[in-house]
């Protein structure tokens, strides 16, 4: 299957003027690139928004009230369709933004006028008179760095529970939804080499760096289809999405350099990483690249996710050749 990415929404997309579709992108962002092909190739209807309603999307935008005693405009959420997944790519901060947004796109999407907080129940379940929708949460494996932290991490390490993302996570997961926590994006327009230069300026901050972890926007979209259609596996779940890789910075900075010498022309910029690279590796007693595990500290163990959902990662190690039209 070969997928051509879009650097943009499809500005035509007649998804959007759909009342009820499978997936709603809250958020046409850079997912969305990766996720409305895959969408569009597996037949599935979904519609898009934006805070400007570019590209064919719809507009909207996500606000809290900015008084609690006054009475909240729904009309933006009544303007969405109905759907069966909610797909939220922008963060949310506290438990006060999650429980709003669900809260005010149930009530006006369900049978019941008088639908609250306190009546939600589990979302993504069905009753007797009505049906709500799945919600899920794009996150980041960030709020799992903490200090103490093992060498290995899953989905059930500790994690930073005063992070105000986190805790709009929390909330959602209270409320029958679904987590996703991505480890660092590549793909399209995000070509890891280019970070290069903002990683390795110094020889001393090129000492530091360690682990690094990757998912392809393929990937998560893929992930985000698989929760989609095993909704009962995803219910109430929080789930880590690396593409099962531990990289090393400094062999993939060691890699890539060549490519930017050529890129760039800057034949010394790259000859003077690769040879802190060495001196670094000299005076830690490196061998070879990749370090192991216990030296790279931080290493992420996401097979539980790939496990449940019965697919793995196509796209497992980070590379900046273009294939298909695709990074």
């Avoid at 949460?137 to 093992?150: A, E, M, V």
């Avoid at 990662?313 to 980070?318: E, F, M, N, Y």
């Amino acid at each position: 299957m070969t997928l051509i990415m879009t650097t943009k929404p499809s500005p035509t997309n007649p998804n959007s003027k759909l009342t009820t579709v499978d997936i709603l992108i809250l958020g046409a962002g850079w997912t969305s690139t990766f996720l409305i092909p895959l969408l569009e190739y597996q037949h599935i209807t979904h519609a898009a928004t934006t805070t400007t309603g570019r590209d064919g999307t719809l507009k909207f935008q996500f606000s809290l009230p900015k008084k609690h005693d006054e009475e909240p405009d729904l009309k933006p959420y009544s303007a969405l369709p109905a759907a069966k997944t909610v797909l939220i790519t922008f963060p949310l901060r506290g438990a006060e933004e999650t429980k709003y947004l669900v809260e005010s796109y149930i009530k006006t999407h369900s049978h019941s006028a008088t639908t609250s907080s306190s009546q939600i129940g589990l979302i993504g379940e069905d009753s007797e008179t009505d049906t709500k929708p799945s919600f899920i949460q794009l996150g980041s494996t960030g709020l799992f760095t903490i200090p103490s932290q093992p060498t290995w991490v899953t989905r059930h390490s500790a994690y930073n529970t005063t992070d105000s993302r986190a805790q709009a996570e929390d909330a959602l997961l209270a409320l029958g939804g679904c987590v996703l926590d991505l480890a660092g994006l590549w793909g399209g327009e995000r070509n890891a080499r280019h970070w290069i230069d903002r990683v390795a300026a110094t020889k001393e901050a090129l000492a530091t760096k360690k682990s690094l972890h990757m998912i392809h926007g393929l990937d998560v979209a893929r992930g985000i289809v698989a929760v989609h259609r095993r909704w009962e596996k995803a219910r109430g779940e929080r789930f880590m999405l690396t593409d099962l890789m531990v990289y090393d910075w400094w062999a993939l900075i060691l890699g890539f350099a060549g490519e930017l010498d050529v890129e760039n022309g800057n034949s010394e910029r790259a000859e003077k990483q690769m040879k802190w690279i060495g001196e670094l590796m000299q005076e830690q007693g490196v061998r070879a690249l990749p370090r192991d595990m216990e030296t790279l500290g931080r290493s992420y163990d996401s097979r539980e996710f790939w496990e449940t959902f019965g697919i793995m990662p196509t796209r497992s190690r980070i590379s900046s050749v273009v294939i298909g039209g695709q990074y």
